[in-house]
Every structure is written in C-alpha cells, then in structure tokens.
T-cell receptor, first 110, second 114 residues
Framework: GQSLEQPSEVTAVEGAIVQINCTYQ??????LSWYQQHDGGAPTFLSY????GLEETGRFSSFLSRSDSYGYLLLQELQMKDSASYFC???????????FGPGTRLSVLP | DVKVTQSSRYLVKRTGEKVFLECVQD?????MFWYRQDPGLGLRLIYF???????EKGDIPEGYSVSREKKERFSLILESASTNQTSMYLC?????????????FGPGTRLTVT
C-alpha cells in the first residue's frame, strides 16, 4: 500500500522557523511536492523535489532524502497568514498518480 | 490569471441519484485530476486524464466514472450516489513533464448525499 505520514498539528509564533516533516512508503517514487490550503480555500502549490537536496523559494524551502524516504517543508519568518494546512504529496509509479499525506495544521501565534 | 472552475460550490443529492460534477480550466493543460478530500485523510485521487478521451484510475475509482470530451473540461460522474460519497471534491489541472507537480486546483464542490 501507499502511506504518507505528517504531524497532525504544529504551533509556532510569528517570526519563528518551523519544519513540517513527511515520511512516505510508496510503490515507486518520482518526486515530492508541497501544498498549502487555507480554511475554505483550494490547495495551492508551494514547492517540489524530484532529486535529493534543498529547494528554496522565498521564505519556504523543501528538502528531500530519497534514501530515507523523508522530506520536509521549512517555513521561515513566520507570518500570521501562514496559518493553514500543509500537505505533502508523492508522485508514485504510474506517472500522473499522486498520493497525498493527511496534512499538518499550522497555527501561527502573535 | 490561471483559473480552474467547478460547476457548483455546494450540492445536495439523494441516495441513488446520478450526479455530475463539472470542471473547466482555461490554461490549456493536458493533465486534469479529480480528488476527494475528507478530514484526516488528505486528498485522494479518484481519476486523472492526460489527454482528451484518455483516463486512468487513481486510488479510489469505485463508484465513479469520468469523461473528457474536450481538453478544457473534465467531468466526474457518480453513477448512483451513496452517503459514503459525501465529501469535498476538488478538480485540478497541470501541464505535462515536471510541471505536473504544480497542480492548479478549483474551489471545490461540497457534495452531501442524503
């Protein structure tokens, strides 16, 4: 079967740095992507990693280690607007097939 | 501005009814996806399509079918709605190649089956 694990909730204060982890067990692996979803909104794409290492996009960075079946999303200089759910998603063996994690709810406190 | 639209934000149907959910994208994307989202389960892929008239099953296709007659439109069909299909349904689209990771989602349709 396919499974992705993320922490269900994370809390941090404005200006801090937070890391959201994602571990996966899937049949085949092509890449890991991250999405943000505000309450009542649609998921929006943040980042992806097809190769090991760190990808940086502004305040957000994403890391992948294929040997450890592990990745994380790093959010720096947290802002109140970053309060949302964050999902990791693995592109698995059959091309366009994506498996999403259960999501991590991030709460940013003043 | 990139846009994926879905035919309804909220829908209430009765058990046994045939239900059509429509999705239209204006980005000329080859790939289109249908997901359902349930609390604690994340998004689960129902079907995807990589070209007109082409479709592939995702993880949970049972009880659903799809239709893609035009590039911009991808329809999800519940042949005989059941209460366990009460959920949020999200449509997405993307370009092929590595851009497949960057999926654009519609606002979702919250379907309630009574």
């Amino acid at each position: 079967g396919q499974s992705l694990e993320q922490p269900s909730e994370v809390t941090a204060v404005e200006g801090a740095i937070v890391q959201i982890n994602c571990t996966y067990q899937t049949s085949g692996f092509y890449g890991l992507s991250w999405y943000q979803q505000h309450d009542g909104g649609a998921p929006t794409f943040l980042s992806y990693n097809a190769l090991d290492g760190l990808e940086e996009t502004g305040r957000f960075s994403s890391f992948l280690s294929r040997s450890d079946s592990y990745g994380y999303l790093l959010l720096q200089e947290l802002q109140m607007k970053d309060s949302a759910s964050y999902f990791c998603a693995v592109r698995v063996l059959y091309g366009q097939n994506f498996v999403f994690g259960p999501g991590t709810r991030l709460s940013v406190l003043p | 501005d990139v846009k994926v639209t879905q035919s309804s934000r909220y829908l209430v149907k009765r058990t046994g009814e045939k239900v059509f959910l429509e999705c239209v994208q204006d980005m000329d994307h080859e790939n289109m996806f249908w997901y359902r989202q349930d609390p604690g389960l994340g998004l689960r892929l129902i079907y995807f399509s990589y070209d007109v008239k082409m479709k592939e099953k995702g993880d949970i296709p049972e009880g659903y079918s799809v239709s893609r007659e035009k590039k911009e439109r991808f329809s999800l069909i519940l042949e005989s709605a059941s209460t366990n299909q009460t959920s949020m349904y999200l449509c997405a689209s993307s370009s092929p190649g590595l851009e497949i990771y960057e999926q654009y989602f519609g606002p979702g349709t919250r379907l309630t089956v009574t």
